[in-house]
Every structure is written in structure tokens, then in C-alpha cells.
């Protein structure tokens, strides 16, 4: 274990304990740009990120969708509560549209 923070007890200071040994080691973390990170990739890895953001589109696309299929719905329902047999046959039509 290189370090150990402590808990901090009635807002003093936690101050961290490391140690001491032969193979003290510190390393730096370098940075990587946006486009550094697909520089390893492959033909695999394109196909799966592109079908993973078509996959992304079509779910985030769904629930709008659902919205106005059922807003189409809903107002069918209202304008034709009166009459039963007209009330089934246009929800039909409604469903297909969409």
C-alpha cells in the first residue's frame, strides 16, 4: 500500500502517511487527447461503436415516439367517445399510421 488517508475528525487536517521503502515508486499519469483514444482501435471496434450509436439513436428515439402515438390515440378518445364502432375502427387507423 503506497498511501493512507486518514479520516478527518472535527475539521483538523488529514495529512497522508506514506511508506518508506526500497521500491518507492511515482509515476505521472500522461494525458491522452479525445482522438488519442482511438488510435488502437481497429475495423472491429468502428463496426461496434457505429452500431452501438445507432443503437443509442433508435432507444432515445422511442420514447418520443411513444409519445405521439399515444397523443394520436388519446385524441381519438375524446372525439369519439359517442360512438363505440367508429372509436375501435379508428384506433386501428391510428396504429397503422404510426
Known amino acids: 500500500m503506497d498511501a493512507v488517508e486518514l479520516a478527518c475528525e472535527s475539521g483538523l487536517e488529514c ?3 506514506k511508506e518508506e521503502g526500497p521500491s518507492k515508486k511515482q509515476s505521472k499519469v500522461e494525458s491522452v487527447s479525445f482522438f488519442g483514444l482511438f488510435g488502437a482501435a481497429d475495423r472491429t471496434d468502428y463496426v461496434l461503436m457505429f ?3 445507432v443503437g443509442s ?5 422511442a420514447l418520443p415516439v ?3 402515438l399515444f397523443g394520436s390515440i388519446i385524441d381519438s378518445l375524446g372525439q ?3 360512438n363505440p364502432h367508429k ?3 379508428q384506433i386501428s387507423q391510428v396504429k397503422k399510421q404510426h
Open 15 to 17: 495529512k497522508k502517511t
Open 51 to 53: 452500431l452501438g450509436s
Open 57 to 61: 439513436f433508435v432507444h432515445g428515439a
Open 66 to 68: 411513444s409519445f405521439v
Open 80 to 82: 369519439l367517445s359517442n
Open 87 to 89: 372509436f375501435s375502427s
